[in-house]
């Protein structure tokens, strides 16, 4: 659990610093696209990131009904309102779900008319490599920006909680350690996320400014 999560933080801050090169030159984002394209090592690191998230998710569930075994009738008593980390601890599954839900999304918005068109010899509205476009294209509809806004809220939550708990797992969790993980952990995650936020908000608010800073 530890390890796939902490490689699906990485990819994530990867991802994110590469979406934010489309703020400052559209030509620039594409040609990261290009490089990336339908190339072996970029289908291979796709097919390793499926399995990962595969594994993550199966994990959870598995975990989620041996607690839910372990608790039995004490899961219905009634309990104080917890705080906002012991929310997001209590509610992983369902903010993975979440996640899922949005991941697919995401993939069919961009994957399938990128990755897969190129693999495939299709094309879509724009070039397999135009990441640029699709970027624009998705973000200038409100309804893709609010459910993508809910997906970023939601892993937040997920990954602020998963963070210090892969470092926990690992044996990193002395008294001290712990609280200072939890502070870099939270920090990592919120800048990841403002990240992406930037870009979505960026081309939703002017997309007629994006992608000419370089």
Same mark, same amino acid.
């Given at each position: 659990?530890?390890?796939?999560?902490?490689?699906?933080?990485?990819?994530?801050?990867?991802?994110? &610093?590469?979406?934010?090169?489309?703020?400052?030159?559209?030509?620039?984002?594409?040609?990261?696209?290009?490089?990336?394209?339908?190339?072996?090592?970029?289908?291979?690191?796709?097919?390793?990131?499926?399995?990962?998230?595969?594994?993550?998710?199966?994990?959870?569930?598995?975990?989620?009904? /041996?607690?839910?075994?372990?608790?039995?009738?004490?899961?219905?008593?009634?309990?104080?309102?917890?705080? /906002?980390?012991?929310?997001?601890?209590?509610?992983?599954?369902?903010?993975?779900?979440?996640?899922?839900? !949005?991941?697919?999304?995401?993939?069919?918005?961009?994957?399938?008319?990128?990755?897969?068109?190129?693999?495939? !010899?299709?094309?879509?509205?724009?070039?397999?490599?135009? !990441?640029?476009?699709?970027?624009?294209?998705?973000?200038?509809?409100?309804?893709?920006?609010?459910?993508?806004?809910?997906?970023?809220?939601?892993?937040?939550?997920?990954?602020?909680?998963?963070?210090?708990?892969?470092?926990?797992?690992?044996?990193?969790?002395?008294?001290?350690?712990?609280?200072?993980?939890?502070?870099?952990?939270?920090?990592?995650?919120?800048?990841?996320?403002?990240?992406?936020?930037?870009?979505?908000? !960026?081309?939703?608010?002017?997309?007629? &400014?994006?992608?000419?800073?370089?």
């Amino acid at each position: 659990m530890s390890v796939s999560g902490m490689a699906l933080i990485l990819f994530l801050t990867f991802h994110a &610093c590469m979406n934010v090169v489309a703020l400052i030159s559209a030509e620039g984002y594409n040609m990261i696209c290009e490089f990336l394209g339908a190339n072996w090592y970029a289908v291979a690191a796709t097919l390793v990131l499926v399995a990962l998230i595969v594994i993550h998710f199966v994990y959870a569930l598995i975990l989620t009904v /041996q607690n839910r075994k372990a608790r039995g009738s004490n899961r219905y008593a009634v309990t104080d309102k917890p705080s /906002q980390v012991e929310w997001a601890s209590q509610n992983m599954f369902v903010l993975g779900v979440i996640i899922c839900l !949005g991941l697919l999304l995401h993939l069919y918005n961009f994957w399938y008319n990128m990755m897969f068109a190129e693999l495939a !010899g299709t094309e879509g509205l724009y070039a397999p490599g135009d !990441g640029f476009n699709y970027i624009k294209q998705t973000f200038s509809q409100p309804v893709f920006v609010v459910l993508y806004v809910i997906w970023l809220l939601a892993i937040w939550f997920h990954i602020t909680h998963g963070f210090w708990s892969a470092i926990q797992t690992v044996g990193w969790s002395g008294h001290v350690w712990f609280k200072r993980w939890r502070v870099i952990g939270n920090i990592w995650v919120t800048v990841v996320m403002l990240l992406f936020l930037a870009v979505l908000v !960026g081309f939703w608010l002017c997309p007629d &400014c994006v992608g000419k800073l370089a």
